[in-house]
């Protein structure tokens, strides 16, 4: 089955210091990537995609993603946190549907916690 | 630009009552998705509109959950009767196309309570 993983639910981390997320994901095919962000009461807001190309990406926020295609990984970091970065993150990959429109498959989301 | 606009932000209902969602996307977007996110969980697609038509609907609960796009512009999803495993966030969003690798940009999503 195709899916994406997110195996940690919570990412406690001091400001200033490096930040990372994890994600894997199990797809067939070249998947899309994506992350996003969810504060508190509010939908979810796109950070970065990776389609193809430059396995880094570089996204909103100072936040960038590293595609390794041999780990089926897409991990969100970014070298210096605030704390306004607390909040939910969220992977997602997008799969070819049926008839050509694609859909996206988002992981259960981990929520990061930067202490001053 | 404005973004996807969603109402209402909150709804308390009992189970068994019906209830409606409605969503205007953003301009020009010809994509709709309504996702339902349970607490603790990622997104999970309900359906999705190109325009006015369904291009996927695949885990939509049609024995309860019903939605439309008349005009190819807003959206109502609608639950007759509600359940309580129903309790979620009703998200909509939007994107240029769905085939394309654009991004899907949310509203901030309706609060659904079963009591």
């Known amino acids: 089955a195709q899916s994406v993983a997110q195996p940690e639910d919570q990412v406690n981390v001091a400001e200033g210091n490096p930040l990372t997320v994890k994600c894997t994901y199990s797809?067939?095919?070249?998947?899309?990537l994506f992350w996003y962000v969810q504060y508190p009461n509010r939908g979810l807001q796109f950070l970065l995609k990776?389609?193809?190309?430059?396995?880094l990406v570089k996204g909103s926020y100072g936040f960038e993603a590293e595609f390794n295609k041999s780990q089926t990984s897409f991990h969100l970091k970014k070298p210096s946190a605030l704390v306004s970065d607390s909040a939910l993150y969220f992977c997602?990959?997008?799969?070819?549907?049926?008839?050509?429109?694609?859909?996206?498959?988002f992981g259960a989301g981990t929520r990061l916690a930067v202490h001053p | 630009e404005a973004g996807v606009a969603q109402s209402p932000r909150y709804k308390i209902i009992e189970k068994r009552q019906s209830v409606a969602f409605w969503c205007n996307p953003i301009?020009?977007?010809?994509?709709l998705y309504w996702y339902q996110q349970i607490l603790g969980q990622g997104p999970k697609l309900l359906i999705q509109?190109?325009?006015?038509?369904?291009?996927?609907d695949s885990q939509l609960p049609k024995d309860r959950f019903s939605a439309e796009r008349l005009k190819g512009v807003d959206s109502t999803l609608k639950i007759q009767p509600a359940k309580l495993e129903d309790s979620a966030v009703y998200l909509c969003?939007?994107?240029?196309?769905?085939?394309?690798?654009?991004?899907?940009?949310f509203g901030d999503g309706t609060r659904l309570s079963i009591l």
């Open positions: 969003a939007s994107s240029l196309q769905g085939e394309d690798n654009q991004p899907q940009h």
């Open positions: 797809v067939s095919g070249n998947p899309y």
């Open positions: 990776y389609i193809t190309g430059d396995n």
């Open positions: 997602a990959v997008r799969l070819p549907f049926a008839g050509g429109y694609n859909k996206l498959i």
């Open positions: 301009s020009g977007h010809a994509t």
């Open positions: 509109f190109q325009n006015n038509g369904v291009v996927d």
